[in-house]
């Protein structure tokens, strides 16, 4: 008999819960927040279910007293639907479902069931390869970058890639998402099997649910024979679900239910189909906000996001652009037949002030188009297009390199000021003035950003 523990604030409804519980069997203990610490601190439990919002101790600190003191048993949480970015925080500190109050009994005892099940399989391995770059040498060689960002996103590969996990994979567009999920693939059991990668993006709305989930003959109108989706293609191996924000609603339920069940049911059919696939999902938008904004399911976004790996953009790992160059240079010589041997110092310092908004994609295409016109010998400063030349002239604080540290020491408040004067003029100008819109490009409130613009108004003036 499985023993939970059930923690809330509202008795009459934790006693209501705990009732159904135990008539399917399952062994609990109610508490609310001090109470549950408590037990958990004398007892074991097989699995928690916790409420967020409690007075006291809230689902916080329950969530964080399981993950020390018993990090394997899994914790579901409950909360209001009002509290969506609580919920994805509890998601991303490890809680192992999450469910809208008021809790459907039957959602709840599915949730046991199937975190009990999890529970049960091992864990991810919590330190397989202490040096990630190692981990990229043997199975992503060509996911290039040393810098420490990037470091951050090989350990985190290392450690999922050989799970079964849904990962959900977001920074900018150009900054490498689909290459990283390669190379999760890559390092995963299911190397050898398909992976196959969906744009949501790319396919007409109607047409996405056959997409995917294929069709039965006669399903409708056009529709004159069977048709594999793409799920089905994919079995035993992995799917990549590209540009996920923009999947449509009916589409997000139908994910919800093959994830939640493993199985698929095709456009006009009426049998479910047993399927092992493993779902990996990218985007460049901020998930959590169209969350918030009712664009995406809920629900569906804990289901995705287990793992959310951010692969930075460009600007915040300058200290790779000499790598990557070298890399694009080598590969479009060899491509267009060309023999240019590499950038002049200037050229390189040129390439790490710009903003690189298209990131990775936008400096590969800069560079095919360079060893195309140059032809040979080295790319110099005067070999830039004018936008690149002029931000290596404009500043008079250096901000190439900005996140290494020189060896003879910086002046990181300079830096930083200049850093900080740089974007917001740039978000001023993309956002043509508009001060809401500028202040959500920087992820500033309002008010921050005028307080910001006053004092710099006031330290020029000053000076
Ligand atoms: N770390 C890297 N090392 C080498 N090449 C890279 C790296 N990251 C990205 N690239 C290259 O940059 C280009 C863009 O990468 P990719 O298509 O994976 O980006 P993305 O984030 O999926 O972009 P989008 O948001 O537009 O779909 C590809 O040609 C890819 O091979
Ligand atoms: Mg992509």
Redesign the pocket.
């Given at each position: 008999m499985a023993k939970v523990l059930l923690c809330d604030d509202e008795e009459a409804l934790c006693r209501g819960m705990a009732r159904l519980l135990r008539s399917a069997s399952y062994d609990v203990v109610i508490a609310d927040g001090p109470g549950g610490l408590e037990r958990l601190d004398h007892e074991s439990f097989d699995a928690v279910v916790t409420d967020l919002r409690m007075p006291g101790v809230d689902g916080f600190g329950i969530l964080d007293a399981v993950r020390t003191k018993s990090p394997s048993t899994p914790v579901i949480v409950m909360s209001g639907s009002a509290e969506v970015p609580d919920a994805v925080r509890a998601m991303r500190s490890g809680a192992r479902d999450f469910l809208v109050k008021p809790v459907d009994l039957k959602c709840l005892e599915e949730a046991l069931t199937a975190a009990l099940g999890l529970s049960n399989t091992p864990a991810p391995v919590a330190d397989p390869d202490p040096d990630p770059l190692a981990w990229r040498d043997r199975n992503a060689p060509?996911?290039?970058?040393n810098h420490t960002a990037?470091q951050s996103v090989f350990s985190l590969l290392a450690q999922v890639a050989d799970t079964d996990c849904t990962v959900l994979i977001t920074?900018?567009?150009?900054?490498?998402?689909?290459?990283?999920a390669k190379s999760l693939v890559a390092g995963s059991a299911r190397a050898k099997k398909p992976l196959v990668a969906v744009n949501c993006a790319a396919i007409p709305s109607g047409l996405v649910e056959s997409e995917l989930f294929g069709h039965a003959r006669g399903a409708f109108t056009g529709a004159t024979s069977t048709r594999t989706g793409r799920f089905a293609e994919a079995d035993g191996g992995t799917i990549l679900l590209?540009?996920i924000g923009e999947m449509d609603p009916a589409v997000q339920s139908k994910l919800l239910r093959l994830i939640q069940d493993g199985v698929l049911r095709p456009v006009g059919d009426d049998v479910d189909q047993k399927i092992d696939v493993r779902i990996l999902a990218?985007t460049?938008r901020k998930l959590d906000s169209d969350v918030a904004s009712g664009r995406f399911r809920a629900d569906l976004f804990w289901r995705l996001n287990v793992i959310p790996i951010e692969?930075p953009p460009l600007r915040h790992r300058m200290a790779d652009i000499p790598l990557?160059a070298e890399?694009f240079i080598r590969r479009f010589n060899d491509k267009n037949r060309r023999a240019v041997t590499g950038l002049s110092p200037e050229a390189v310092a040129a390439l790490k002030q710009y903003n690189w908004p298209g990131?990775?994609?936008e400096l590969?295409n800069l560079l095919e188009r360079l060893v195309i016109l140059k032809g040979t010998g080295t790319v110099g400063l005067s070999d830039l297009p004018p936008n690149l030349r002029h931000t290596s002239a404009g500043h008079v604080t250096p901000l190439a390199n900005v996140a290494d540290l020189p060896t003879d020491g910086t002046d990181l408040r300079a830096i930083l000021e200049a850093v900080e004067d740089r974007m917001i003029s740039e978000a001023l100008e993309r956002s043509g003035g508009n001060k809401n819109r500028a202040a959500e490009l920087l992820g500033l409130n309002r008010t921050t950003l005028v307080e910001k613009l006053r004092r710099k108004r006031t330290a020029t003036t000053a000076s």
């Open positions: 060509w996911l290039l970058g990037m920074g900018e567009s150009g900054t490498g998402k689909e290459l990283v590209d540009e990218a460049n692969v990557l890399h990131n990775i994609r590969e």
